[in-house]
């Protein structure tokens, strides 16, 4: 008998809901779909390529995520980035991650089990020398999916994924407003520190620190630039 296995059978190509539904997710995250804009199912579909039945189920698919509101026989219209709506994620993401920290801290993870952490942090470390704030935003938000993951809850990295969008649409918004993130650095070597000695309440005490003041920060430059009325 061969013990040869049968190949892999290749992934189906992705539906025109889904390609509708990445490509608007990435035009409103990015800003080229600007906060407080209207715009109607005809001319996104015109805009995507494709028909408007693709583009209506992404829409509602978007509006769940709290980034557009569907107005019947009005088209839609993206929502703005509101300080309100920043405060309450941000408490919700900081219970659900440092839980995360607490939960991988006790398992006391090896290094191969912790690589895909300590990758985000150098690539980080290597963003913020370069100065490139795209490439640490990229890195930053690689470090918090792996940490939920970590956590080994299913049903956070749910929740944390369907937050994903608005935190990376302010955190887009601010990126050069803000300070150079050293401290953001600092902050997330030092959970991930933590986690690799098995000290669970230390990571799960800087880890909800970090949290906060990322919570401050980024709430305080919504405010004070007025950015949510973009």
């Known amino acids: 008998m061969s013990d ?3 190949a892999a059978q290749p992934s189906p190509p992705p539906s025109n809901a889904q390609q509708a539904l990445k490509r608007m997710r990435e035009m409103i ?8 804009t209207d715009h109607l199912e005809g001319e996104l579909a015109e805009r995507l390529g494709m028909s408007r039945t693709p583009v209506r189920e992404a829409c509602v698919s978007l509006e769940q995520r709290g980034l557009l509101q569907v107005r019947p026989r009005k088209g839609v ?5 509101s300080p309100a709506d920043m405060e309450e994620i941000y408490d919700i993401l900081s219970e659900i991650e440092t839980l995360a920290a607490r ?6 993870p090896g290094p191969r089990a912790l690589a895909g952490l300590e990758r985000a942090l ?3 470390d290597a963003a913020l020398a370069a100065e490139n704030r795209e490439a640490w935003a990229a890195a930053d938000d690689a ?11 299913r049903r956070a990295m749910t929740i944390c994924e369907t937050m ?5 649409r302010a955190r887009n918004t601010t990126l050069y407003m803000r300070p150079a993130p ?3 650095n600092e902050d997330h070597r030092a959970v991930f520190e933590a986690i690799s000695r098995g000290d669970a309440e230390d990571a799960a005490t800087r880890h909800h620190a970090h949290r906060q003041y990322a919570k401050d920060m980024l709430v305080a430059l919504l405010r004070t630039h007025r950015l949510s009325s973009l």
């Open 4 to 6: 040869l296995k049968p």
């Open 29 to 36: 995250v990015s800003g080229e779909l600007a906060a407080g």
């Open 77 to 81: 219209r993206i929502l703005p980035v």
């Open 103 to 108: 939960r991988a801290a006790e398992r006391h």
């Open 122 to 124: 150098d690539q980080m």
């Open 143 to 153: 470090f918090h999916r792996e940490l939920v993951r970590l956590g080994g809850n």
């Open 164 to 168: 994903s969008d608005q935190v990376a």
């Open 182 to 184: 050293t401290r953001s």
